[in-house]
């Protein structure tokens, strides 16, 4: 039976542009596996502890030999793991804060990346490749490549590169100029931001091919 994991990590409620597109991709999954489950994780109203001395002693010292609060720091990272294992297909929404990603998704990757788990010990080979992996990106300016803040976005280059370990691959569709309708000095951008959502919209719609339209 097909799994998808959805993960939001925005702080913004229902205003969050990454939440509605997360939340039409998810629509989208559904309609095209009826039956499928899903599991469901908010980073933003939940957010995963970071890693502290006795998280990252978990990954060092033998299972064995943890002390409470390394075990139950490494019971987590487990449950987190396996939630990426039972998973299909993965949404991930990602916002971008202060030019780079917020940091429950840097907690959320850190605990992925355990060896045993997210990766091979010896031979450091990824062991949660082979999923599907979306992330509907979400940015309040532009930051493309003949644009004032080229190449400020921190956090589409830097996903790719934290999960490397662990065989993830992201594909990225990205709604940008987001602030555009709310901010009075980007008023001239809002026919761009309207563009670049729907471009988004339409990314989305094409994943997947509903079991009736077959």
Do not use: C
């Not at 991709?25 to 980073?43: E, F, M, N």
């Not at 004032?148 to 594909?171: F, I, K, Y």
């Amino acid at each position: 039976m097909p799994h998808l994991l959805h993960i939001d990590s925005s702080i913004q409620g229902e205003r969050s542009v990454s939440r509605q597109l997360t939340a039409r991709a998810a629509a989208a999954w559904r309609a095209a596996h009826p039956g499928g489950t899903v599991t469901y994780r908010d980073l933003g109203s939940e957010p995963l502890p970071h890693l502290d001395e006795a998280g990252g002693l978990a990954r060092m010292v033998p299972a064995d030999q943890h002390t409470p609060a390394q075990q139950a720091s490494w019971a987590l990272t487990e449950r987190l793991v396996a939630e990426v294992q039972r998973a299909d297909t993965i949404l991930l929404g990602l916002p971008l804060y202060n030019y780079s990603a917020p940091s429950s998704v840097k907690a959320w990757v850190d605990h992925l990346i355990a060896p045993g788990l997210g990766y091979h010990p010896e031979t450091g080979q990824g062991l949660l490749g082979g999923r599907e992996f979306i992330v509907l990106a979400s940015r309040g300016g532009g930051y493309g490549a003949d644009t004032p803040r080229a190449g400020w976005d921190h956090a589409e280059p830097w996903l790719p590169h934290g999960l490397s370990m662990t065989g993830l691959e992201p594909r990225f569709i990205t709604a940008e100029l987001t602030l555009a309708p709310v901010n009075p000095a980007m008023a001239t951008l809002i026919p761009l931001a309207e563009e670049s959502r729907a471009a988004a919209e339409r990314a989305i719609d094409a994943l997947w091919t509903p079991v009736s339209a077959v």
